[in-house]
């Protein structure tokens, strides 16, 4: 069965950082991009970051760009996302999603539970 | 940046009634549109990949047409289960994005 587990949200100040991490099971890895996509509190999707599986390729929305990076371990079935200078806008749940389709950018067939990202002093 | 547009916004709908969800985008995405489904208190779900395609173990109930700019989701004979958001989404091009969602509330 297809798994992705999201960790590593909780309460952060204006300026502070937090990492968080996905695992995944139950598919090649490896092979696929994974992404980042939040849910503001009653708000919609957003999407944040994909990093690709075979070149290792990052893309990042705006609002991000500079603040956040993602990276994954291949060995561990594991990708991250390390967030710094945090703003309160940033408050959000965040999911893990898998792409559909290798070497592509397609739907996000799978996704984790989510993670909760409070940013407020 | 490709700006997905939804409507309605809000349905209010009696179970066995057929709902459509229509989704523009701001230039063309071809195909590359697709559509989730949302329950309170739960991660999106992949309900129709590019535009039109079937997700294996989706009711037949849910279907999507379009391509380029306008595309709809068909939602045949509602069940109460299908309260929900739903979202539309492209892939065409970066920035990935999203509609701003539809809310359908079961009467």
């Known amino acids: 069965e297809l798994r992705l587990l999201e960790s590593g949200g909780g309460l952060v100040q204006p300026g502070g950082s937090l990492r968080l991490s996905c695992a995944a099971s139950g598919f090649s890895f490896g092979s696929y991009a994974m992404n980042w996509v939040r849910q503001a509190p009653g708000k919609g999707l957003e999407w944040v970051s994909t990093m690709s599986g075979a070149t290792g390729s990052t893309f990042y929305a705006d609002s991000v760009k500079g603040r956040f990076t993602i990276s994954r371990d291949n060995s561990k079935n594991t990708v991250f996302l390390q967030m710094n200078s945090l703003r309160p806008d940033d408050t959000a749940i965040y999911y893990c999603?898998?792409?559909?389709?290798?070497?592509?950018?397609?739907?996000?067939?799978?996704w984790g539970q989510g993670t909760l990202v409070t940013v407020s002093s | 940046e490709v700006v997905l547009t939804q409507s309605p916004d809000f349905q209010s709908v009696t179970p066995k009634e057929k709902l459509t969800i229509t989704c523009r985008a701001s230039q063309s995405v071809g195909s590359s549109l697709h559509w989730y489904q949302q329950k309170p208190d739960q991660s999106p779900k992949l309900l129709i990949k590019?535009?039109?395609q079937s997700i294996s173990g989706v009711p037949s109930r849910f279907s999507g047409s379009g391509s380029g700019t306008d595309f709809t989701l068909t939602i045949n004979s509602l069940e109460a289960e299908d309260a929900a958001t739903y979202y539309c989404?492209?892939?065409?091009?970066?920035?990935?994005?999203f509609g701003q969602g539809t809310k359908v509330e079961i009467k």
């Open positions: 590019y535009a039109s």
């Open positions: 999603a898998k792409d559909l389709v290798i070497a592509a950018p397609t739907a996000f067939d799978h």
């Open positions: 989404h492209q892939s065409s091009r970066l920035p990935r994005t």
